[in-house]
């Protein structure tokens, strides 16, 4: 059993940065793949970005390639998600998520625990 807590939303301006963070508790996250997701108003949870159990491997949704970076420190159980440049159109609840999956995953049917998810907002 993996307990994830999102942190780190908020709002802000169109251009503007944010970290989220993704505490987790439980055993063995070193072994968990990981990843972010978002979902905006009245739109499909959409995967954001991913990382392998090793931090060897990264993928991204074409939307946020080059503005946005994952990253984990298994040492302190967590994976972060810097996002430069922020978009009117990355406003969303932001869900961390946690999979056997090694490697990580683009499908979030493939994530076995999620976060309750973190609310960002970005104003124009």
């Known amino acids: 059993q993996v307990q994830l807590v999102e942190s780190g939303g908020g709002l802000v301006q169109a251009g503007g940065s944010l970290r989220l963070s993704c505490a987790a508790s439980?055993?063995?996250?070193?072994?968990?793949?990981m990843g972010w997701f978002r979902q905006g108003p009245e739109k499909e949870r959409q995967f954001v970005a991913s990382?392998?159990?090793?931090?060897?491997?990264?993928y991204y949704a074409d939307s946020v390639k080059g503005r946005f970076t994952i990253s984990r420190d298994n040492a302190k159980n967590t994976v972060y998600l810097q996002m430069n440049n922020l978009k009117p159109e990355d406003t969303a609840v932001y869900y961390c998520?946690?999979?056997?999956?090694?490697?990580?995953?683009?499908?979030?049917?493939?994530?076995?625990?999620w976060g309750q998810g973190t609310q960002v907002s970005v104003s124009s």
């Open positions: 439980g055993r063995a996250f070193n072994t968990y793949g």
């Open positions: 998520a946690a999979s056997r999956q090694k490697g990580g995953s683009r499908w979030y049917p493939e994530y076995d625990y």
């Open positions: 990382i392998s159990w090793s931090d060897t491997f990264t």
